[in-house]
């Protein structure tokens, strides 16, 4: 069964810095791009970035160029988001989803940025 | 960047009776391999989106057989013939052809009437 489980996501203020990491289980997780999507509360769906297999192309929504980095460790079937300079409209669930089609995707974990 | 738009934003349904929502792209989804990438995705009130179609057709490993997708080039349709309770939430059509990035439309709140 494939098992995407996101953590380290809270409350954190304006400017600061927060890393998130998705956990993965079930599938062979280098054999897939991996992605991060986000949802404002009461909004919709924004895909943030994205990662190939091997970590060697990634890609950024442009609000979050220069201040989100997006990486994976194949040995630990891990995925991160590294979210520095954080703004008041990055608040969001953050979820990560597998490939680039986002077959599935992991239960989320919310960043809230305010002082 | 491609720009998807659905309608309607809402949709009031009786039980039984038939659903549909509508979603515009941009620029033709068609890509250079010849497939249309258009995806369709369910969220349920407090739960994670849920794949439901890939390819403007194909149902998901589990999707009941009264979710169907169609439509080509910049325009597509999710019907679902009979809606149930469970068909509650908020759908969102998604294409990965043209990205980054890749783009959602707004959603559309399908409840019961």
């Known amino acids: 069964e494939v098992q995407l489980v996101e953590s380290g996501g809270g409350l954190v203020q304006p400017g600061g810095s927060l890393r998130l990491s998705c956990a993965a289980s079930?599938?062979?997780?280098?054999?897939?791009?991996m992605s991060w999507v986000r949802q404002a509360p009461g909004k919709g769906l924004e895909w943030v970035a994205n990662v190939k297999k091997d970590g060697s192309e990634k890609n950024y929504v442009d609000s979050v160029k220069g201040r989100f980095t997006i990486s994976r460790d194949n040995a630990k079937n891990s995925l991160y988001l590294q979210m520095n300079s954080l703004r008041a409209e990055d608040t969001a669930v953050y979820y990560c989803a597998r490939e680039i089609a986002l077959r599935y995707w992991g239960q989320g974990t919310l960043v809230t940025v305010s002082s | 960047d491609v720009v998807m738009t659905q309608s309607p934003l809402s949709l009031s349904v009786t039980l039984g009776q038939p659903a549909s929502i509508s979603c515009r792209s941009s620029q033709s989804l068609v890509d250079s391999d010849g497939n249309t990438y258009l995806n369709w995705f369910q969220q349920r009130p407090g739960q994670s989106p849920r794949r439901l179609i890939y390819?403007?057709?194909n149902r998901d490993s589990g999707v009941p057989d009264r979710f169907s997708g169609s439509g080509s080039g910049t325009d597509f349709t999710l019907k679902i013939s009979r809606v149930e309770a469970e068909d509650v939430g908020v759908y969102y059509c998604?294409?990965?052809?043209?990205?980054?990035?890749?783009?959602f439309g707004g959603g559309t709140k399908v409840d019961i009437k």
């Open positions: 390819k403007v057709s």
């Open positions: 998604m294409q990965p052809t043209l990205w980054p990035p890749l783009t």
């Open positions: 079930g599938f062979t997780f280098s054999s897939y791009w």
